[in-house]
Structures are given as structure tokens and as C-alpha cells.
Nanobody, 117 residues
Framework: QVRLVESGGGLVQAGGSLRLSCKAS???????????WGWYSQAPGKQRELVAS???????NYADSVKGRFTISRDNARKMVYLQMNNLKPEDTAVYYC????????WGQGTQVTVSS
């Protein structure tokens, strides 16, 4: 029943910014709110990896590669998770997905982020 829908990706030059959105459609509050949430990236030929996470109430963690550049946030009322991506680098190019930190939901289609040099 729950569907994860990521959006906001696109093509951007190095140094630019994007804001990714994740909507957890159909999830109930009692499931969405207690869970930690994360953004994951998957580059071509690579495994999916956790980039940023946010837990209850609002503790965040980031992969070393994105610290100081990305900011994760959540809006429990809207069942949304966001990823603000600043100072993008070509190495950030990947498909970005959201999920709980337990990876308990079916993966969505992701949103493509392409950063040109």
C-alpha cells in the first residue's frame, strides 16, 4: 500500500543546488513518525548506499562525502522527507532514493541527479 515517490532531481552544473523530495504515500502516522528516514544514492555499477539520515526527533547523520553540503529534513505532518543538496559535485551523480533506515518499504523509482563538471 505504501508508495515512495522521489522527485526534484535533474541536471545541474557543479557547484549548483537541488532539493529532493520524498513523499511516503499511503503510510500512516504511527509508522512514519517513529521511523528514522534516509536518503540513499546508487551510482551506475555501484550498490545503493546511505547518504543522509534523520531519526526521531531530528538527529541527523551524513556520509563523509556529503557532510557540509547536504541537509536532510522531514515534515511528519506531510509525510515528507527532503534532501537539500548544495555545492554539488560530479561525484554526486546517482539515482537518489528514500526509505526508512530499516529499509522496510519497497523502493521507489528514485530521482536522477546528474552533475556536470
Amino acid at each position: 500500500q505504501v508508495r515512495l515517490v522521489e522527485s526534484g532531481g535533474g541536471l545541474v552544473q557543479a557547484g549548483g543546488s537541488l532539493r529532493l523530495s520524498c513523499k511516503a504515500s499511503g503510510i500512516i502516522t504511527s509508522v512514519f513518525n517513529p521511523n528514522g528516514w534516509g536518503w540513499y544514492s546508487q551510482a551506475p555499477g555501484k550498490q545503493r548506499e546511505l547518504v543522509a539520515s534523520i531519526t526521531t526527533p531530528s538527529s541527523t547523520n551524513y556520509a563523509d562525502s556529503v557532510k557540509g553540503r547536504f541537509t536532510i529534513s522531514r515534515d511528519n505532518a506531510r509525510k515528507m522527507v527532503y534532501l537539500q543538496m548544495n555545492n554539488l559535485k560530479p561525484e554526486d551523480t546517482a539515482v537518489y532514493y528514500c526509505n526508512t533506515l530499516k529499509e522496510s518499504l519497497n523502493w521507489g523509482q528514485g530521482t536522477q541527479v546528474t552533475v556536470s563538471s
